[in-house]
């Protein structure tokens, strides 16, 4: 049975989230203080990714092993673009 109440929750905290990043531009913080704003919106994404990981796909029910092999692919991409991004200098 589907969590309706728990779906709509999310949605509205990915909402809330979503209205918060698009706010940090409004209010002028990229042209004064670059790195906050880019911090906050970095922040921001990482908590919408987390979110949608663990409850649109499941990862919130799903045996600890399942997640684990996520994170280590996610390790992974993240090893192979820093890599990617010395090479290019």
Known sequence: MARTKLY???YV?????ATLQVGVEQIGLLESSYMLALGLIT???L???VVVAGYFQ??????R???YVLLLGFVGF??????A???IL
């Open 13 to 17: 905290a990915l909402f809330v989230i």
């Open 65 to 67: 092993s399942v997640t």
């Open 58 to 63: 499941h990862l919130v029910w799903e045996p």
């Open 85 to 87: 991004s010395y090479s």
């Open 43 to 45: 922040v921001f994404s």
């Open 8 to 10: 709509t929750g999310i």
């Open 47 to 49: 908590i919408k990714a």
């Open 78 to 83: 993240l090893a192979l673009t820093v890599a």
